[in-house]
């Protein structure tokens, strides 16, 4: 199993330009979660997903969107990027039954200049 | 606001001894705590969680305490080793059908040799 994967690890954005950040789990999980992580910080729900076609915001939705139209896949849409955007972006799963577990991907690190 | 905080920002212990790490919850309302441990440059690991009504559980190495008339929760670390040197957060679930986790803001440790 591969787990959580994100892509990509790395990206820098100039103000309002626009990207798409992935993420998929092969573990057949049902929930999956944006967060987002500024230094030093804890972690800030973003938006997040029960099963696919069913997603949700978080604390910090302003600026996001998201689709799960698979079980596997769960991208995050940033529109118009703003310099407030710099952080790192970690993607997450869980299972119906464990859902205090949740599996995180390796994170994007995002810089918007 | 709720809010997940933690007491002390940095913990520095000497290999082998056992380290105390502390947070402190405002709702009443969560019916889980969790602890994830981070290390440098990935994403969070899941540790151990304890339900509202246990006062105590074990896993390997580590310990969670629950004490809710004083809203405290601490995690032990027994014979810490260099590689639990890492950032360690608490996080809460709150009741009900929700599966969101707010975050505290973490504490790191540094296992000294």
């Known amino acids: 199993n591969a787990g959580v994967t994100q892509t990509p690890k790395f990206r820098i954005l100039k103000i309002g330009q626009s990207m798409t950040l992935q993420c998929a789990q092969d573990m057949n999980h049902n929930y999956m979660y944006w967060y987002r992580q500024d230094p030093g910080m804890g972690l800030k729900l973003i938006y997040y997903?029960?099963?696919?076609?069913?997603?949700d915001k978080g604390e910090v939705p302003n600026g996001y969107n998201v689709s799960r139209s698979t079980t596997e896949d769960f991208p995050l849409r940033l529109e118009l990027a703003a310099p407030s955007q710099t952080s790192v972006y970690f993607c997450?799963?869980?299972?119906?039954?464990?859902?205090?577990?949740?599996?995180f991907g390796p994170g994007t690190r995002l810089t918007v200049l | 606001g709720e809010s997940v905080g933690l007491h002390l920002p940095t913990l520095s212990v000497q290999e082998g001894d056992n380290s105390i790490i502390n947070c402190a919850y405002s709702?009443?309302?969560?019916?889980?705590f969790i602890w994830y441990k981070q290390e440098s440059g990935k994403g969070p690991q899941f540790i151990i969680d304890i339900r509202s009504n246990m006062d105590k559980r074990q896993g390997q190495r580590v310990t969670v305490l629950l004490n809710k008339t004083v809203k405290h929760l601490s995690l032990q670390i027994a014979a810490t080793q260099p590689g639990d040197s890492a950032v360690y957060f608490c996080?809460?679930?709150?009741?009900?059908?929700?599966?969101?986790?707010?975050w505290g803001l973490g504490t790191s440790l540094a296992v000294n040799p």
């Open positions: 997903s029960v099963g696919a076609g069913i997603t």
């Open positions: 996080a809460e679930k709150l009741g009900g059908n929700n599966r969101k986790l707010i």
């Open positions: 709702n009443s309302a969560s019916d889980y």
């Open positions: 997450a799963s869980s299972s119906y039954r464990d859902y205090n577990e949740q599996f």
